[in-house]
Antibody
Framework: QVQLVESGGGVVQPGTSLRLSCAAS????????MQWVRQAPGKGLEWLTV????????YYADSVKGRFTVSRDNSENMVFLQMNSLRAEDTAVYYC???????????WGQGTLVTVSS | QSALTQPASVSGSPGQSITISCTGT?????????VSWYQQYPGKAPKLMIY???NRPSGVSNRFSGSKSGNTASLTISGLQADDEAVYYC??????????FGTGTEVTVV
């Protein structure tokens, strides 16, 4: 079965960086695009970024463009989210997600909490 | 990139049907048949309920159905049950190859 396990969350100060990781298993990783979605405490879902199966194509939400970078390692079945210049409003649970056959998310990780606070 | 618009809450009695709307624009919901719906319980990750407007993944009850008209997509839950109480989000692919989520709808079974 599909498993997505995020790690790397924690408490960081504003202006600093953090790198999230997502370990994938249970499916042919290199075949599928991957996404990151976040959810601020008590708020709705916010789409952040998508990376194609081969890592060549990436798109970002305006709210994180230029600060966040998605990458993947198909040899290790891992996807990453590098987050720079973190702000208080980046405080959220960050979900790693697998794309379905076409243009939707069909599986989600359990999420990792990032808290940006001084 | 404004979120898609959903009603904040919808309620119904057990056995009834309810419909949740998701309104976007011609650049997202109206322009593509790539609308999906997710169910989320408190403290849990979302779960895919509908994809490509009206397709149900394996294992999702046929009480859940999706449709679209113009810039508005809809999720209908028929035969409402207590464990349908959750927050539901729509999502759509957009003309910039990004995605948008809806504002979320809390479903209450009264």
């Amino acid at each position: 079965q599909v498993q997505l396990v995020e790690s790397g969350g924690g408490v960081v100060q504003p202006g600093t960086s953090l790198r999230l990781s997502c370990a994938a298993s249970g499916f042919p990783f290199r075949t599928y695009g991957m996404q990151w979605v976040r959810q601020a405490p008590g708020k709705g879902l916010e789409w952040l970024t998508v990376i194609s199966n081969d890592g060549r194509i990436r798109y970002y939400a305006d709210s994180v463009k230029g600060r966040f970078t998605v990458s993947r390692d198909n040899s290790e079945n891992m996807v990453f989210l590098q987050m720079n210049s973190l702000r208080a409003e980046d405080t959220a649970v960050y979900y790693c997600a697998k794309e379905g056959t076409w243009l939707h998310i069909d599986h989600w990780g359990q999420g990792t909490l990032v808290t940006v606070s001084s | 990139q404004s979120a898609l618009t959903q009603p904040a809450s919808v309620s119904g009695s057990p056995g009834q049907s309810i419909t949740i709307s998701c309104t976007g624009t011609s650049r997202d919901v109206g322009g593509y048949n790539y609308v999906s719906w997710y169910q989320q319980y408190p403290g849990k990750a979302p779960k895919l309920m509908i994809y490509d407007v009206s397709n149900r993944p394996s294992g999702v009850s046929n009480r859940f159905s999706g449709s679209k008209s113009g810039n508005t997509a809809s999720l209908t839950i028929s035969g409402l049950q207590a464990d349908d109480e959750a927050v539901y989000y729509c999502s759509s692919y957009t003309y910039t190859s990004t995605y948008l989520f809806g504002t979320g709808t809390e479903v209450t079974v009264v």
